[in-house]
């Protein structure tokens, strides 16, 4: 028998489907003979004597065999990171059911490095990245491929930095609650790859940069922190992150000093949009939230919902956005609007957690515990969180999936969800109760998707 949450997850499986990295570029991208197209541009192959492929993130994979489908024998060579295990998931069917494995013999070097915190193998990586970038003349092309966690993933250290220091001031980044436009705000100014910098590093070749967004509303700058867009933020403006969330005393001695001196002047910011650079440089999104969550409330409504879309630009402390959600729950089960029974209203965008507790989680597990408890005993009420790229937090979850029965289920078992909330304990809490939504790496990334079912 279907199930309510087999239908919720049915759902989640459509968006997955629609936000398919390959297929993405395969609707923007073309190859006709000599000539690539690329929205409405096109490139003459016979122009170039190389052709490159570099870029990080977790849609890297089947980003960079799709492209490799489109040029065959034109590619010289190319290197992308990718979320370590993400490799081993081209082997078969990833989540979204498209194969992503790179030809046999591949000119494309694939890295498996560390997310959310930086590793070595990401840092080594990304160094040769910019070896490739360097070594390319204007009769050059290079393609650049970004997804969500290119900014772990592509981790360079600016001179007098260590992988240490960025890692550092990664955590307690993450910790304090700060803004993925904050996080990376900081980010593209303790780096060699962000910000711009691999656009100046390809000068004077020509470069297209294919971009898969997890940001809310796509800012170019913010997606994988912008390695190949001109930068609006300044070094003053990442001190003013860590100001601002009184973390500057926590942060690496040499961090603080770099923003220091950048702040006083005493070091070039990152290139703005007069490099020529950028003149040479076409960034496109390829595929977004926004395609993600049609998807979604365009299978909703196959399965017989009322369906809407409430926004794809949601932002905000996970347990806040909760409450949200649960009130428009209790809303329709009891009035029936703002749409009729059975309902499903979906949001997409990317939440905050504040680490208060000790325990393991992600953004879209609390969320969920914090309306459990707001919908506790709605018999027609399942609402889904759940991130797309199939890894919340530091967790092998996607997120969960809760219903008006899940507070009375735990304390069946003994457990108290009030205080699973407050320790950040929601990975464990779900683990029990056997709610946890396990998609295996998806190779996509776009951002976070809330499901509110009303049946």
Excluded: W
Excluded at 332 to 339: G, K, M, Q, R
């Amino acid at each position: 028998m279907i199930t309510q949450r087999d239908t919720a997850l049915k759902v989640l499986q459509a968006a997955l489907l629609a936000a398919d990295p390959a297929e993405a570029i395969r609707r923007h991208v073309r190859r006709d003979g000599h000539e690539l197209h690329v929205a409405d541009r096109v490139y003459d192959l016979r122009r170039y004597d190389r052709v490159y492929v570099v870029g990080g993130g977790k849609a890297s994979l089947p980003m960079a065999a799709a492209v490799e489908d489109l040029l065959g024998d034109r590619l010289t060579a190319g290197l992308v990171n990718t979320k370590r295990g993400h490799l081993a998931a081209s082997t078969g069917e990833a989540a979204a059911g498209q194969s992503v494995a790179l030809r046999k013999g591949s000119h494309i070097q694939v890295v498996e490095a560390g997310h959310p915190i930086p590793d070595e193998e990401g840092r080594a990586g990304a160094a040769r990245m910019a070896e490739i970038l360097r070594q390319a003349t204007d009769r050059d092309l290079v393609i650049c491929l970004i997804s969500g966690g290119g900014s772990a993933l592509m981790a360079l250290p600016a001179p007098g930095l260590t992988l240490a220091d960025k890692q550092a001031t990664t955590q307690t980044l993450l910790a304090c609650g700060a803004t993925i436009n904050e996080i990376n705000t900081v980010r593209k100014h303790l780096s060699q790859s962000k910000g711009g910098y691999f656009a100046l590093q390809a000068h004077p070749a020509e470069m297209i940069t294919l971009i898969l967004s997890d940001v809310v509303g796509s800012p170019l700058d913010v997606i994988a922190s912008g390695p190949t867009v001109p930068d609006p933020t300044t070094f003053a403006d990442a001190y003013a992150v860590l100001a601002r969330y009184g973390v500057l005393d926590q942060v690496p001695a040499a961090v603080r000093r770099r923003l220091e001196d950048g702040r006083a002047g005493r070091l070039e910011d990152t290139p703005t949009a007069g490099h020529p650079a950028f003149g040479r440089t076409f960034n496109l999104v390829v595929a977004d939230n926004r395609v993600a969550a049609r998807a979604a409330v365009a299978q909703a409504e196959a399965l017989g919902f009322h369906s809407l879309l409430l926004s794809t630009s949601v932002e905000g402390e996970a347990r806040e956005i909760a409450k949200f959600h649960a009130a428009l729950a209790r809303e329709v089960e009891e009035t029936n609007a703002p749409l009729p029974r059975p309902a499903c209203l979906i949001a997409g965008g990317e939440t905050t957690v504040t680490l208060r507790g000790h325990g393991k989680g992600g953004r879209n597990q609390e969320m969920a515990l914090a309306a459990a408890l707001k919908i506790a005993g709605l018999e027609r009420t399942v609402i889904l969180c759940s991130a797309t790229d199939g890894s919340d937090g530091p967790t092998d979850a996607a997120g969960a999936i809760v219903d008006g029965s899940t507070v009375r289920r735990a304390q069946e078992l003994g457990m108290d969800a009030e205080a699973y909330l407050a320790d950040n304990n929601s990975y464990e809490f779900f683990s029990h109760l056997g709610d946890l939504i396990k998609t295996g790496a998806t190779n996509t990334n776009v951002n976070d998707l809330t499901m509110v079912f009303v049946f």
